[in-house]
């Protein structure tokens, strides 16, 4: 390197360090080649032509040349490299040095129509770096196509002051202009490819909008329209977790707000490529509910569910490959704090994830169902009354009763009465057993066959501690099978 290219480097690097990490224009083609004219040029035609070996038209070739700049330049955290050769060889650079790079290798591909794009840009906070420009590309095809790209977007991100390449490299290739302009204000307003071009006042009050709009599909123009009118709301996008399953799932319909509301029902509706690689699940105060196979099928790999939000804390998308303990969470949505008549609506909407509810031993919705309570009966007796543990009902007996009134906390205290009511099954006759801890079996009623209307009422008084059984019996010889038991303490 002699003396003249040497200065020329060194006025760069000042200009950059006092002015900030890219604060400058892209440079006239008389002012970057002055800089790089005297290097040693990269063979780009050689690199171009094993790039696009096996592109077989422009848009291929277009492509691949962003695959192979996203998965081999890191994005220079020093701001120091500006330039398509430096950058090509330390494999780092600014990304005016991506989109001169790219240029190199474009045209050497036979791609000439291609442009570079400066302006403002928007990071993953919805902040501007107001110090200087981002950079980024319109290759036009022959057919008058343009297509948009951000190689250094599509790269990777900064994490922990490192640069992290994505796994995903799509999401900004052929970008939609009406999600450019979201993140990417140009300077020059044609450059926004949209029919109404926004001004540099709406596109700052525009929010952040994450890149999973487009991964996975969202209508993008309808989101624009939200987001002018001051109305589009989302959850939390995990950026991570969308390059691991993009290629596989895709969110066709999702709660648009921040926040949602204990007992209401939101829809989720997904499209999953690969159900047979992954699980999807909804998860709602720790618990992992709505696990995809309880979804509905919709055909197509379409699956649908309604989900009623159940608890105060966060409700969560996740995800997890086929046999794995382990779910990676795809978005995160708050809930607001529930009023009195959320927590009513829940109860009407699903009684049983009441938090009064839930976490009662032995709820086991459909044994009850079977014997006359359905969730809405079986959720007010225990919310009104308190109940942490239900009693514990022997297979086979909810064929044989149905449930008028018997005592539904497992735990009885010794002295107190105690009704039981059933409509038993034609044929069958019942009793009360009381078990000491010593095996003595007392039947304090005898045995009670059933009146004509199949009704059978029963009342008894422990008088010592004991396991209590309500019996059922299908024969005359007294042989008594176990069907409900509690506890009296």
């Known amino acids: 390197m002699n003396v003249r290219t040497l200065v020329l480097l060194l006025i760069t690097l000042f200009v950059s360090v006092v002015a900030g990490a890219h604060p400058r224009r892209c440079p006239s083609p008389a002012e970057y080649c002055a800089v790089v004219q005297q290097q040693p040029k990269p063979d780009y035609h050689s690199l171009a032509q094993k790039i696009t ?21 890191d994005l220079d955290l020093q701001g120091r490299i500006y330039d398509a050769a430096t950058c090509l060889e330390r494999r780092v650079g600014m990304p ?29 906070d919805g902040e501007i770096d107001e110090r200087g420009f981002h950079y980024w590309l319109c290759v036009t095809l022959d057919n008058g196509r ?28 052929d970008v939609d202009p009406e999600f450019m302009i979201f993140s990417h204000l140009p300077e020059n307003p044609e450059d926004q490819f949209l029919e109404r071009p ?36 989302l959850p939390k996008f995990f950026h991570s977790s969308a390059d691991l399953i993009a290629p596989n799932l895709e969110l066709r ?105 839930r976490d009662t031993k032995n709820l086991k919705a459909s044994t009850w169902a079977s014997m006359g309570l359905d969730n809405h009966a079986l959720g007010s007796i225990i919310r009104e009354n308190s109940i942490l543990e239900l009693p514990v009902v022997f297979k086979g007996c909810k064929d044989h009763l149905k449930i008028r009134d018997i005592p539904m906390n497992y735990r009885l205290n010794v002295g107190e009465e105690y009704h039981f009511s059933i409509s038993s099954k034609s044929g069958y006759s019942w009793t009360i057993a009381l078990v000491s801890s010593d095996g003595r079996v007392d039947y304090p009623c005898g045995k009670i066959i059933a009146a004509d209307d199949g009704i059978i009422d029963i009342d008894v008084v422990p008088s010592y501690p004991c396991e ?11 042989d008594f099978r176990q069907g409900i038991k509690y506890v009296v303490n």
């Open 53 to 73: 070996a096996r592109s077989e038209n422009d848009y291929e070739r277009v492509r691949a040349i962003y695959k192979w700049i996203c998965d081999s330049i």
């Open 96 to 124: 005016e040095a991506y989109c001169r790079l790219y240029l190199e290798l474009a045209r050497c591909a036979g791609i000439h129509n291609v442009r570079i794009i400066d302006g403002k840009a928007k990071d993953i």
């Open 146 to 173: 343009n297509i948009l790209l951000d190689p250094v977007r599509g790269s990777g991100f900064i994490f922990h002051n490192q640069f992290v390449h994505n796994h995903y490299v799509w999401s900004w290739f």
């Open 198 to 233: 926004l001004t540099e006042a709406e596109f700052r009050r525009l929010p952040y909008a994450p890149m999973e709009l487009v991964i996975y599909n969202f209508d993008i123009h309808a989101h624009l329209e939200l987001a002018l009118a001051g109305e589009l709301h």
């Open 253 to 357: 319909t999702i709660p648009h707000f921040e926040s949602l509301s204990v007992g209401r029902s939101y829809s989720f509706v997904v499209r999953m490529d690969s159900v047979e690689k992954y699980d999807l699940a909804l998860v709602d105060n720790g618990r992992y509910y709505s696990k995809l196979g309880e979804w509905r099928d919709e055909g197509g790999g379409v699956y649908s569910i309604d989900h009623v939000v159940s608890d105060a804390s966060k409700l969560y998308l996740s995800f997890s490959e086929r046999g794995s303990k382990s779910w990676t969470t795809l978005l995160e949505y708050g809930v607001a704090e529930p009023t009195d008549e959320d927590w009513a609506r829940l109860a009407e909407q699903r009684p049983l994830r009441h938090p009064k509810v």
């Open 468 to 478: 209590l059984y309500l019996c059922y019996s299908e024969s005359d010889d007294g």
